[in-house]
C-alpha cells in the first residue's frame, strides 16, 4: 500500500497564505487523480482539489481562485498553495487518490486561520 504523509500546516492570520506537501512513499506518476481533502471537527471530510496524471486540475468552489493543486512526480509530492486563507478553511487536511479507491488515509495536517 502507499503511504501517505502530509505536512505543511500551522496557524496563520486571516488572508495569509500555506503551502501544504503530500509525500507519498512510492511513485504517484501513473496515479490517475490525486486530490486534497479537508475535515474540520463534526463535518464530514470534503473534496477541496484534484489534479489528474495529465496536469488537470478542478477545485471546489469555496477555495476556487484562491488555492492551487500541483505535483512534482520526481519527488513523488502533491502539493497544496492556499492564498487569501480565511478562517472557514480551517481544518485538518489529508491527500488521496480516489481513482485508486483511496489508500490508507495519512495524519493530517492541521491548519488553523485564526486572528
Known amino acids: 500500500q502507499v503511504q501517505l504523509v502530509e505536512s505543511g500546516g500551522g496557524l496563520v492570520q486571516p488572508g495569509g497564505s500555506l503551502r501544504l506537501s503530500c509525500a507519498a512513499s512510492?511513485?504517484?506518476?501513473?496515479?490517475?487523480?490525486m486530490a486534497w481533502y479537508r475535515q474540520a471537527p463534526g463535518k464530514q471530510r470534503e473534496l477541496v482539489a484534484t489534479?489528474?496524471?495529465?496536469?488537470?486540475?478542478n477545485y471546489a468552489d469555496s477555495v476556487k481562485g484562491r488555492f492551487i493543486i500541483s505535483k512534482d512526480n520526481a519527488k513523488n509530492t502533491v502539493y497544496l498553495q492556499m492564498n487569501s486563507l480565511k478562517p472557514e478553511d480551517t481544518a485538518v487536511y489529508y491527500c488521496?487518490?480516489?481513482?485508486?479507491?483511496?489508500?490508507?488515509w495519512g495524519q493530517g495536517t492541521q491548519v488553523t486561520v485564526s486572528s
Open positions: 488521496n487518490a480516489p481513482s485508486s479507491g483511496w489508500y490508507p
Open positions: 512510492r511513485s504517484i506518476l501513473g496515479i490517475v487523480v
Open positions: 489534479i489528474t496524471s495529465g496536469g488537470n486540475t
